[in-house]
């Protein structure tokens, strides 16, 4: 980290660092664990004029003061530095808190909006822009500011193969055979992997990262599993709590998931373009 970043912390908070720990999972940027003589520990995020953190730190700060999902709170926010909360992890995702995460996730996905699927501003995941316009058709909304937003930016970077947009759009065509117009629309996290969730031994402490807009829950719930996130104890208690309809686990489930898959092959490439087309193939495309 830099002096002028050591300087800049030292003008928000009113102390000098006196350790600073690199932590992993910066996507858009260095992360720190930010020490003090006398203060509680923060978290810094170091990024470029471009990061998004800025947004980052907008929508934890949205999440904290409309919602119960517990997350760090912000101190500052920039696209250059993000400030926040350290708060204890390092539990692992166990039985006993992925029930906890179950009733978080539940709860949070209870909020809803009559204005339909987006958000009041556009969101960020992984970095990347998330285009957000209230829409009232959810199965539009999926299609166009989703799949084909996102497979778009992945063909524009060299990443996603002519070939394998064109099949996407055509499946697109068709996307409503399987994908609902208008389910009740709950504000979700939308980046819920493992490195985002945060635990001790019994409990969650915090999520972290998130892409927040109004979607069908199932999105969420979806994302949960493509890098085994979470397993039975979660959907088995998040069941309990708000109930998932039939056909998710068979159909939906694989189709909501093109979407972090096409995120993926827009930042990484790789192996994540036949995950694509796998799935394309599953469903006759």
């Not at 006196?18 to 003090?36: A, D, K, N």
């Not at 949070?108 to 058709?137: C, E, K, R």
Request: proline share 6%; glycine share 10%.
């Amino acid at each position: 980290m830099s002096v002028d970043v050591n300087a800049q912390i030292e003008a928000l908070t009113g102390a000098r660092p006196t350790r600073l720990t690199p932590l992993s999972g910066g996507c858009v940027g260095q992360v720190y664990r930010v020490s003090f003589a006398h203060k509680p520990d923060l978290v810094a995020k170091v990024g470029e004029a471009d990061s998004g953190l800025a947004l980052e730190g907008q929508m934890l700060a949205y999440l904290a003061s409309n919602t119960q999902l517990p997350v760090p709170q912000v101190h500052h926010s920039d696209d250059m530095l993000l400030l926040m909360e350290a708060l204890p992890c390092g539990g692992g995702l166990g039985t006993i808190v992925q029930r906890d995460a179950a009733r978080h996730v539940a709860d949070l996905h209870a909020i809803t909006t009559d204005q339909g699927f987006g958000f009041s501003y556009d969101t960020v995941i992984g970095g990347l822009a998330q285009p957000n316009p209230w829409t009232a058709n959810w199965c539009d909304f999926f299609r166009d500011q989703r799949l084909m937003y996102m497979g778009r930016l992945a063909h524009q970077s060299g990443k996603l193969p002519t070939p394998t947009l064109n099949r996407l759009s055509l499946f697109c065509e068709v996307l409503e055979r399987w994908i609902p117009k208008a389910p009740r629309p709950a504000l979700i996290h939308g980046d819920l992997w493992t490195g985002n969730i945060l635990s001790n031994q019994e409990h969650i402490t915090g999520f972290i990262d998130p892409a927040i807009y109004f979607a069908d829950a199932e999105i969420e719930l979806a994302f949960t599993t493509l890098f085994g996130t979470f397993g039975e104890s979660f959907f088995d208690r998040y069941h309990q709590l708000r109930p998932i309809r039939a056909g998710f686990f068979e159909e939906r489930r694989d189709i909501y998931n093109l979407y972090p898959l096409l995120v993926h092959v827009r930042l990484f490439g790789g192996s994540y373009v036949a995950d694509v087309e796998r799935t394309l193939s599953k469903f006759g495309h």
